[in-house]
């Protein structure tokens, strides 16, 4: 059987720099552990955009279309501020979500023990910290039609996008969710809302048709999203997976990573439909962004890259024990003491280099054999 593919995509600021150290990951995997991938690389986001004037060229597109998994660094920086929102490096990002299909976007939350310290929030309240966020990826607000600035009757102009959702939009992404808590903390809670849109209100009955009819042995509970928000920083162990729409999720996200102290550990897995070989579409990114004021500075924490190729052997190669072995791998390394620059406490101490954090995880991982 041929080797299983992956298309990286580095994109932009310091994606390049993260994705190097997964490099160096992927080749340990292929000569100590026997996993061998045929590895590519491409444009995406504004380097796609110098090169072809897109920030995604159809070839790209049918490259990611192709492959078993792409695993993408990160898009965006101020060069490009300027483009015209149809050729902004988000959107590429955003096209590779939407003709991928990948509906189901995975944002773990976990509290590494050795970083406790660094969330603004007291030890015990993060401390073992384990949640999934499951955000509907493909629909929502994001995607909605009609969309458009347009000019109103009054001679000034109105911004208009759509909040749309379909039942089997809801659906598809909840069963993800049970899926997900049944191996896990067997509980799910859902967030709209349901107090001020209609959207929210077929959110809500949809979840909880999937969980009466399919996964009644799943604990489910409904909370409107500011909550949510509230509840995320209140008291963050009462969830298990929470599973909500595209801008809700996408703000929950953030709050949930920067609980476990530093957006540079956050990766993500972004799941469609099972493709013919069983595997699903899939797109591997880290939560956090192109970080353009560190970018080729040799600063950047490459753990969440390098998470989100774990979560790649996890939920795209079967390879559970081998994402376990990097995922302690990462742990180890924190509990020794080595950290990049974003990892510093008050205290201070020499940060690690990308490279030298990402060196230290390959010594850890040949340690574990
Ligand atoms: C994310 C990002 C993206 C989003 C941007 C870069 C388009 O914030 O993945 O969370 O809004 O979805
Ligand atoms: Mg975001």
Redesign the pocket.
Known sequence: MANPSILILPGDGIGPEVMAEVRKIIAWFGDKRGLKFNVSEDLVGGAAYDAHGAPLSDETMAKAQAVDAVLLGA??GPKYDKLDFSVKP?RG??RLRKEMDLFSNLRPAQCFDALADFSSLKKDIVAGLDIMIVRELTSGV?FGEPRGIFPDNEGGRVGINTQRYTTEEIRRVARSAFELAKRRGNKVCSMEKANVMESGILWREEVQWVHDNEYPEVELSHMYADAGAMQLVRWPKQFDVIVTDNLFG?LL??CAAMLTGSLGMLPSASLGAPMANGRPKALYEP?H?SAPDIAGQGKANPIACILSFAMALRYSFDQGAEADRLEKAVEAVLADGVRTADLMGPEGGTPVSTGEMGDAIVAALCASL
């Open positions: 898009v965006g988000e990002l955003l994001y996408d996200s953030d939560v962004g």
